[in-house]
Antibody
Framework: QLQLQESGPGLVKASETLSLTCTVSGGSISGSDYYWGWLRQPPGKGLGWIGIIYNSGNSYYNPSLRSRVTVSVDTSKKQSSLNLRSVTAADTAVYYC???????????????WGRGTMVSVSS | SSELTQDPAVSVALGQTVRITCQGDSLRTYYASWYQQKPGQAPVLVFCGRNNRPSGIPDRFSGSTSGNAASLTITGARAEDEADYYCTSRDSSDDHLVFGTGTTVTVL
């Protein structure tokens, strides 16, 4: 079955760029039925949405992060990537990639998640 | 952008029924999706839309919606249902998503 795996540095220096990759295995990343999302969870806090990207290339971002984030997808490599620029300690979190889709009219959800990767920002 | 509000914590006796609620303007337009998250684990989708329960999710999990509120009900709670639960939906502006604040469910 489809599996997602996040990878990237576990430690990033403040003001630098956080870069993560999500590799898809066990199935196809192509097609218009789904999109690929990045989410995060600061230690002891709730889930937050960073951005999503369709295979068409259309992307949408959390307004609070829009100026610093880029999400991309490479269907040939079966990967999605996240770049978050000018990080601060507030960006320390577990970062998840997930597959999203529409499950009927006016409903969408992330049905498959990676295990997440912890990224700490050092000063 | 709109927000989704959840009660911080609820408790339920083993075998009883618990309802977790989520409120927000976006729910007047979009259905909620619900995720269960246990400590140290990734979230798991347990219910979405009007009546969509993913494969492998027990039928004791059900959902409903009314006005600007959505609910996830666990009927006959089990010890393994103890977790954090989050709701989410597309924002009313239609160009991004919003997550609820999360509810911690304790099974007594």
């Amino acid at each position: 079955q489809l599996q997602l795996q996040e990878s990237g540095p576990g430690l990033v220096k403040a003001s630098e760029t956080l870069s993560l990759t999500c590799t898809v295995s066990g199935g196809s990343i192509s097609g218009s039925d789904y999109y690929w999302g990045w989410l995060r969870q600061p230690p002891g806090k709730g889930l937050g949405w960073i951005g999503i990207i369709y295979n068409s290339g259309n992307s949408y971002y959390n307004p609070s992060l829009r100026s610093r984030v880029t999400v991309s997808v490479d269907t040939s490599k079966k990967q999605s990537s996240l770049n978050l620029r000018s990080v601060t300690a507030a960006d320390t979190a577990v970062y998840y990639c997930a597959r999203g889709g529409h499950f009927g009219d006016h409903v969408e959800a992330f049905d498959i998640w990676g295990r997440g990767t912890m990224v700490s920002v050092s000063s | 952008s709109s927000e989704l509000t959840q009660d911080p914590a609820v408790s339920v006796a083993l075998g009883q029924t618990v309802r977790i609620t989520c409120q927000g303007d976006s729910l007047r337009t979009y259905y909620a999706s619900w995720y269960q998250q246990k400590p140290g684990q990734a979230p798991v989708l347990v219910f979405c839309g009007r009546n969509n329960r993913p494969s492998g999710i027990p039928d004791r999990f059900s959902g409903s919606t009314s006005g600007n509120a959505a609910s996830l009900t666990i009927t006959g709670a089990r010890a393994e249902d103890e977790a954090d639960y989050y709701c989410t939906s597309r924002d009313s502006s239609d160009d991004h998503l919003v997550f609820g604040t999360g509810t911690t469910v304790t099974v007594l």
